[in-house]
C-alpha cells in the first residue's frame, strides 16, 4: 500500500531554471493538495484539486501552476524558479469532503534554489 | 481569513509526565480539525481527527479535546516517552470542507 508518492525526494535548481514536481496517489482519492513547509513554520496551501480537470489556488500560488489530467496523479510545476521558492514541499490526498476523511501525506520533497 | 497558533513553539519533559498541547483558531466555523506527527525529514502523520459536532477522540494514550466556541483544541499525551519526541501540528478545516489551515506546530523532546 503506496499512499501518497513524490518523487524526487531532493532536488537543487539553478534561479530560473523550471521543474515539476511529481505526485500520485493509489487510494482513488477524489482531492488531492499541495503544501511547502519553511523551517520551523507549519504548511501553507499552495494548490488544490477536488477532482480531475479541477484545480483552485490556495493561500500561495503565485510562482507555481498544477494540472489534474487523472485521479491518480497532481504534478506541481515551477516555472523560473526563485531563492524564495526553496522549501520542502508536501502532496496530500482525501477521499471526499467527508468530515471524517484525514488527509493523507507523501514524505515530501526537499527543494533548494541556488 | 482562519489563524491557527500553537503555543509553545517547543516543548521540553521528563519520560513519564503527560504532554499537554494547545491549538487556537480564530474562525470557529470549522469543519474538522486535525492533530499530525511529524518526525524530522519526514511527513505528516495523521494522530487524530476531531468532527465539528464532537468535543473529543482517543487514541491510546492520545487524547483530543475541541471546544469550537472558544477556538480551542487539546492534545493530550499520557505518560509520555522518547518515541513521542517529534513536532505536532494541528490543521483545521473550513466550513466547506476542503482545505486545511496548519498552526505552525509544537516541537516536543522527551528526555529519558
Known amino acids: 500500500n503506496a499512499g501518497v508518492t513524490q518523487t524526487p525526494k531532493f532536488r537543487i535548481l539553478k534561479i530560473g531554471q523550471s521543474m515539476t514536481l511529481q505526485c500520485t496517489q493509489d487510494m482513488n482519492h477524489n482531492y488531492m493538495y499541495w503544501y511547502r513547509q519553511d523551517p520551523g513554520m507549519g504548511l501553507k496551501l499552495i494548490y488544490y484539486s477536488v477532482g480531475a480537470g479541477i484545480t483552485d489556488k490556495g493561500e500561495v500560488p503565485n510562482g507555481y501552476n498544477v494540472s489534474r489530467s487523472t485521479t491518480e496523479d497532481f504534478p506541481l510545476r515551477l516555472e523560473l524558479a526563485a531563492p524564495s521558492q526553496t522549501s520542502v514541499y508536501f502532496c496530500a490526498s482525501k477521499r471526499d469532503r467527508g468530515g471524517n476523511q484525514p488527509q493523507h501525506f507523501g514524505d515530501g520533497t526537499r527543494l533548494s534554489i541556488l | 481569513k482562519q489563524e491557527v497558533t500553537q503555543i509553545p513553539a517547543a516543548l521540553s519533559v521528563p519520560e513519564g509526565e503527560n504532554l499537554v498541547l494547545n491549538c487556537s483558531f480564530t474562525d470557529s466555523a470549522i469543519y474538522n480539525l486535525q492533530w499530525f506527527r511529524q518526525d524530522p525529514g519526514k511527513g505528516l502523520t495523521s494522530l487524530l481527527l476531531i468532527q465539528s459536532s464532537q468535543r473529543e477522540q482517543t487514541s491510546g494514550r492520545l487524547n483530543a479535546s475541541l471546544d469550537k466556541s472558544s477556538g480551542r483544541s487539546t492534545l493530550y499525551i499520557a505518560a509520555s516517552q522518547p518515541g513521542d519526541s517529534a513536532t505536532y501540528l494541528c490543521?483545521?478545516?473550513?466550513?466547506?470542507?476542503?482545505?486545511?489551515?496548519f498552526g505552525g506546530g509544537t516541537r516536543v523532546l522527551v528526555k529519558p
Open positions: 490543521a483545521v478545516s473550513g466550513a466547506a470542507g476542503n482545505k486545511l489551515t
